[in-house]
Nanobody, 125 residues
Framework: QVQLVESGGGLVQAGGSLTLSCAAS????????MAWFRQAPGKERGFVAA?????????TYADSVKGRFTISRDNAKKTVYLQVNSLKPEDTAVYYC?????????????????WGQGTQVTVSS
């Protein structure tokens, strides 16, 4: 059983940056592909980024965040990060960290077994 706790959200002006963190406990963190999803009010939870557990930590991004967001992981610290730059008002959402016990991440939230409670990111115009 893996427990995930996100942090780092907040209120930021358009064009600003944040670093989101997701700390894991339980399980063997290095055996999980990790991902970030987000959910805005009235919308479905959508894929943001994913990172594999090995193989050079392959990453994949939603088109809407490519070039602005960067996912990374530190297996020694059992933490996955999401660096979010050049924020836009449409990035406003609750950001969730997720884990699945496979090498690679996917874009589908149903493929993930463990979820954090979320951290709010609000971007003002």
């Amino acid at each position: 059983q893996v427990q995930l706790v996100e942090s780092g959200g907040g209120l930021v002006q358009a064009g600003g940056s944040l670093t989101l963190s997701c700390a894991a406990s339980g399980g063997t963190f290095s055996n999980y592909a990790m991902a970030w999803f987000r959910q805005a009010p009235g919308k479905e939870r959508g894929f943001v980024a994913a990172i594999s557990w090995s193989g050079g930590f392959a990453t994949t991004y939603a088109d809407s965040v490519k070039g602005r967001f960067t996912i990374s992981r530190d297996n020694a610290k059992k933490t996955v990060y999401l660096q979010v730059n050049s924020l836009k008002p449409e990035d406003t959402a609750v950001y969730y960290c997720a884990a699945r016990p496979y090498v690679s991440g996917t874009r589908y939230y149903r493929d993930y077994d463990y979820w954090g409670q979320g951290t709010q990111v609000t971007v003002s115009s």
